[in-house]
């Protein structure tokens, strides 16, 4: 892995694996690009929207930063600038190379892109598709989970927690399985590594209060008390 950072027009930076995107330009970071290619394969609805496109044989996941919440109606996608380092994208691809060197099982980053203009900058991330992969929301609302694959999941987070990654939004839709039943963490915006234990419970709580969500909005929701136990002993055992 060859990390690279380069100037690609007059306020447009990109931050990049030179071994997956040896010369990285602006137009990959624009979804209208690859539709006129006729590269782009699927789409996810979240704050805004997340394409996937296959540029070769390969399959990527561009994702433009939305905010969310009351300030997301006034701004957006832009935010204040305050170093290239600090920006959404970059720190969100320098936290997956972290993580990746810790063999963790997270989306492989590929390259993060910012565009500023005045006090403000709007952002773009890259990452690899994970092959043969759901999130667990949409596995849910299919079949249930063995207690084994609870306890995995379960084992899963604690690997994060010990490694001191915290993840700001840990739900149900964050989490990814693969067809060999292998648990991924997905999204690490504003994300990052900290000390102590005491936000380690906060980090569940976010979890199960996700999981009662969600089995109250979908009557074909497959999740049940039973099962967070399971999770909790394949966490506590890890």
């Known amino acids: ?137 949409s596995i849910l609302c299919q079949r249930t989970l063995t207690p084994e694959e609870w306890q995995h999941v379960g084992a899963t987070i604690a690997r994060f927690h010990a490694a001191q990654i915290y993840h700001h939004d840990l739900n149900v839709r964050n989490i990814m399985l693969n067809n060999q039943q292998q648990a991924w963490l997905i999204d690490f915006d504003r994300c990052g590594k900290r000390t102590g234990h005491k936000w380690k419970q906060s980090n569940l709580n976010r979890l199960l209060r996700s999981l009662i969500k969600e089995r109250g909005n979908h009557t074909a929701f497959r999740w049940n008390e039973a099962d967070w136990q399971s999770l909790l002993e394949g966490y506590n055992q890890a």
């Open 1 to 137: 892995m060859t990390i690279k950072q380069q100037q690609i027009g007059r306020r447009q930076f990109a931050l990049y694996d030179e071994q997956i995107m040896p010369r990285p330009e602006k137009a990959f970071f624009s979804a209208k690009h690859w539709q006129r290619q006729n590269k782009v394969i699927g789409s996810a609805k979240g704050r805004g929207t997340t394409m996937f496109i296959k540029p070769l044989n390969d399959i990527w996941v561009l994702r433009h930063f939305r905010r969310g919440g009351m300030i997301g109606k006034f701004l957006k996608d832009q935010y204040l600038f305050t170093g290239l380092a600090r920006t959404r994208a970059f720190a969100e691809f320098n936290l997956l190379n972290t993580m990746k060197a810790l063999a963790l099982p997270v989306p492989t980053p590929i390259a993060a892109y910012v565009s500023r203009r005045g006090f403000f900058y709007r952002a773009d991330l890259l990452t690899r598709l994970i092959p043969n992969s759901e999130d667990l929301h």
